[in-house]
C-alpha cells in the first residue's frame, strides 16, 4: 500500500528551495582554483566545473572539486528526507525540491553574478539520495562512454538520458505518477541543455578529451 500524501506547507518549501539554492551556489571549483593561484574562468574551458578544475590544475584537484560538489546535492536532497521522512511521502518530495534547487544553485550561482557549472556531480549526489539505482545505473553508463571516448560531456549527457530510463523502470511502472521519474525526466533536460556547447563542439570534432 502506498504511503499517505502529506500536503506540503508553503514555509517548508519556501525554506528547502532557499537552502538548496544557497548551498548549490557555492562554487567550490572557483574556490579551489583560487587557493591554486588560478581564475577557472580564464583557463581551460572557462567553465567553472570539476572537468575544467582537472584539467586546468590536475586530477587530485579536480577529483576534489567533483566530491564536494556531490555533496551539495546530497545534502540538500537528503536533509528533507531525514527531518521529513517519516511524513509519508512528504520526505522524498522536498527532498526532490532541495535537489532542483541545489542544481538550479550551481548553475546559476548568485554568488558568480548567476554563472556555474554544469550540474552533473551536484545531480549524482542528490540522486544518491533519492534514487540510488538509477545513478547506479547512470554512474556504469558515464563509465563506460568515458572509457570508450575519453571526453566528459558525451558521458555526461549519456549519464543523463540514462537516468529517464532507469526512472521509468524502477519506478514509474510499479507506481505510475512517481515525482522520481519527473525528476529523471527534468534533471536528463537540464544536463543536455547544459551541455549545448559541448554538443557543438563535439559535432564539430573539437571537444576536448582526456588522454589515455
Known sequence: MDE???????PAILIV??????????????????SRGVDIFKEGSGNPGATNVKRTLGAKWGNLVFALDALKGLVAAG???LVYGAAGDLGLRLGIIGL?????GHSYSVFLKF????????TMGG???????????GLA???LTFLASRIVALASILFALSLPVGAYYL??????????????VLLGLLIVVRHRSNIVRMLQGKENRFKR
Open 171 to 184: 519506478h514509474y511502472l510499479d507506481r505510475p505518477g512517481d515525482p522520481r521519474f519527473t525528476l529523471a
Open 127 to 137: 540522486l544518491l539520495a533519492i534514487m540510488p539505482l538509477v545513478l547506479l545505473i
Open 4 to 10: 499517505p500524501l502529506v500536503p506540503m506547507t508553503t
Open 115 to 122: 554563472r556555474g557549472g554544469k550540474g552533473v556531480a551536484t
Open 100 to 104: 532542483v534547487a541545489a542544481i538550479i
Open 141 to 143: 553508463v558515464w563509465g
Open 79 to 81: 536533509w528533507p528526507l
Open 17 to 34: 528551495s532557499l537552502l538548496g539554492y544557497l548551498v548549490g551556489s557555492i562554487s567550490f571549483a572557483v574556490i579551489v582554483a583560487k
